[in-house]
């Protein structure tokens, strides 16, 4: 078993020191975070597209949360980052993140740090190719977070939960500056471990509520039997990439989600945008077959979201 740090929170950690911060995508997870971070005190500068930049730059972030409640957060944006900041998440869909990467020069982040929060596992070459293996540093969110319209965001988990992948803490203090705006954040030293535990979660979740458009309480009550068959299959992967998985506890967390809650990937595939199969069940066929692991499920469904 890996070792974790306790998760940090905002009510039982010091406050960092003001620190700029750049998001890459202010879409449900991204707007988030960033709203969050602004309402911590940080210095936030959203980077999008000309519209959403300026309808950002006029009205700033409006969320709506059970968790952190109804709020506005007032940030900056542009469609490139034109200065120096401590820390760069980047929040962009895996089929938007080749052409979002335009907006950030790497020169610009000579001094700070890149925090990738997409899915899929193998996104890290992309981005340490781009601005340096030392300045990435590996980490997954667990979290329902919806962008309704550009600057508006819906919060539907009861939960905000971010795993970084360090070994020793970067001078910019990366779980304390993520804890403070609200994340519960843990500390893993072991990236494989970090990344494939979230796909194993996650490409369930995806591909079967997406597959049969349904959200997660149908699934784990009419399709509870391909739910398990699936959490078998990808635990089993993600065992086999080194994450300490059990298909017992990836139910007990789908259980205890809200019925009503939606991947992303099916609300892609209701708004008519790209998915993220190669992403998320793309990696994991790959994975399995590196490892010899059957996954005859997995490739179903993915076989049968590919041809619609």
Not at 15 to 35: D, E, K, Q
Request: net charge neutral; glycine share 8%.
């Amino acid at each position: 078993m890996p070792h974790t740090t306790p998760p940090l929170s905002s009510g039982s950690h010091p406050l960092p020191p003001r620190s700029t911060v750049a998001v890459l995508g202010p879409g449900g997870i991204g707007g988030l975070l960033a709203a969050l971070l602004s309402r911590a005190g940080h210095r936030v500068i959203c980077l999008a597209a000309e519209g959403t930049a300026r309808t950002l730059r006029r009205s700033g972030i409006l969320v709506h949360s059970a968790q952190f409640g109804d709020f506005t957060a007032a940030v900056e944006a542009d469609t490139v980052l034109r200065e120096p900041v401590d820390l760069c998440l980047v929040t962009v869909k895996q089929t938007a993140l080749a052409a979002a990467l335009d907006r950030v020069p790497p020169p610009l982040l000579d001094g700070g740090y890149v925090l990738p929060l997409l899915n899929g596992v193998e996104h890290l070459d992309t981005l340490r190719k781009r601005f340096g293996a030392e300045r990435v540093v590996p980490a997954v969110v667990r979290v329902e977070s919806t962008r309704i319209a550009p600057g508006v965001v819906e919060h539907g988990s009861p939960f905000l939960e971010i795993d970084l992948a360090l070994r020793h803490e970067p001078h910019v203090p990366l779980a304390t500056l993520l804890a403070s705006a609200g994340a519960d954040t843990r500390v893993v030293p072991d990236e494989n471990g970090v990344l494939w535990a979230k796909l194993a979660f996650l490409a369930p979740f995806a591909l079967l509520t997406t597959r049969y458009a349904l959200p997660i309480g149908d699934i784990r009550s009419a399709r509870r039997e391909e739910l398990v068959a699936l959490v078998e299959e990808t635990t089993a992967v993600s065992r086999a990439c080194s994450a300490s998985t059990d298909a017992t506890g990836v139910l007990a967390r789908y259980d205890a989600f809200p019925p009503g809650s939606k991947s992303s990937m099916q609300r892609d595939a209701e708004a008519g945008r790209p998915l993220e199969l190669d992403a998320i069940g793309g990696a994991l066929l790959r994975a399995a077959e590196r490892h010899g692991i059957p996954v005859p499920l997995a490739e179903r469904l993915m076989a049968e979201l590919a041809g619609r």
